[in-house]
């Protein structure tokens, strides 16, 4: 113990303690999330994925980390495909909370699952802080943030586009990253033609 800290001085330590204890959490967790997906051993589970209802849930977790800071949008268009539900939750729950996590206060967020030329997209477009050219190559690799300070105060692991990738390779999905700084991003998942349809 620390008899000599005022209450205040203990206050604050505890919630510090919390605070890298919940960071621990959410670490060890992308974590075994990355494990898992690159396993082998670790086949896909294909069922038909309710887009309308898990795009719900993706916003209400926008909404609450967000916590009244943004305007957040969803349109639905498309019709549901086949896929892992946990699995495409968590991408599309990533790029969601990542938008959040970049766009400043009274920033926008759209969300949108349409179908496309060639298949169907899952986009998330934000008013937030945008990333430099040098940087979107790099943006899927372990650990790579492109502010480390927000990353920090929003409890980021930087695992999170790391997850999207393995998750978009079981799909056989594929990433559109643009963004311009100071301007904003979109992130926008393709689907192919026939994702749609019950697998053989």
Known sequence: SEPDLDAATRTQHLKLMAEQGRRMQNLVEDMLVLTRLESIDYPLRKETVGIRGLLEQVHAEAEALSGGRHQIS???????????????????????????RYTPDGGEISISWKASPNGFEFSVRDTGIGIKQEHLSRLTERFFRVDKGRSRETQGT?????????????????????????????????FSAGAEKASA
């Open 74 to 100: 969803v349109l639905v268009e498309g019709p549901d495909i086949v896929g892992n539900p946990d699995e495409l939750r968590s991408a599309f729950s990533n790029l969601v909370t990542n938008a959040v």
């Open 158 to 190: 930087g695992l999170g586009l790391a997850i999207v990738k393995h998750v978009l390779v079981r799909h056989n999905a594929r990433l559109r990253v643009e963004s311009e700084p100071g301007k904003g991003s979109t992130f926008t998942i393709h």
